[in-house]
């Protein structure tokens, strides 16, 4: 195995983007891969590849209570009126799957509460991953795996969040 992850602990550090992470790791990659071959271990053969982003979606950043999950991800509403007997939820969790194109795998969207440590702030943790690979095993197709992989979980995160917290809180511009 072999994993290469970025993760942004303080508010003050600023976010790498995709084309900057990605060349971190070929470079760490290869490295890794002439380490095995200078020391006759073998050729690496790549079974599936992974790549997931995680972002942290803090109390006071277009939500308060959980009722208002739908400003963040808008498939998901709590309906409430005065004839609904159960009350808001305590908790809140969801997990989608959907397939790749070409049999390459699977594209995951994962919600679930948590706390953020730094704080203790409430928060949601939305958890978008692509897993897989596909028939060629190949280091080419790992490549062009990942430039899939990229292209959904930017896509498939413009799909299920709300215009609005797109603009007002990650300040994306379409």
Not at 38 to 62: A, F, H, S
Request: negative net charge.
């Amino acid at each position: 195995m072999f994993f290469y992850n970025w993760r942004k602990i303080q508010p003050e550090e600023s976010y790498p983007r995709y084309n900057t992470v990605i060349k971190t790791f070929t470079l760490n990659l290869k490295m890794f891969t002439e380490f095995i071959e200078d020391e006759k271990l073998g050729i690496l053969e790549p079974v599936d590849c992974e790549l997931t982003y995680i972002n942290d979606i803090v109390k006071g950043e277009g939500w308060e209570t959980i009722a208002d999950i739908h400003k963040v991800i808008p498939e998901l509403n709590w309906r409430s009126n005065d004839q609904r007997f159960l009350p808001e939820p305590l908790n809140l969790g969801w997990k989608t799957l959907y397939a790749l194109p070409e049999d390459k795998g699977r594209f995951i969207v994962k919600l679930d509460q948590a706390t953020r440590k730094i704080d203790n702030q409430p928060m949601f943790r939305l958890e978008i991953s692509a897993r897989g690979l596909g028939v060629d095993k190949s280091l080419d197709a790992v490549w062009d795996w990942f430039e899939i992989a990229h292209e959904w979980i930017v896509k498939g995160f413009t799909d299920i969040t709300s215009e609005e917290i797109q603009k007002s809180i990650w300040r994306r511009i379409k």
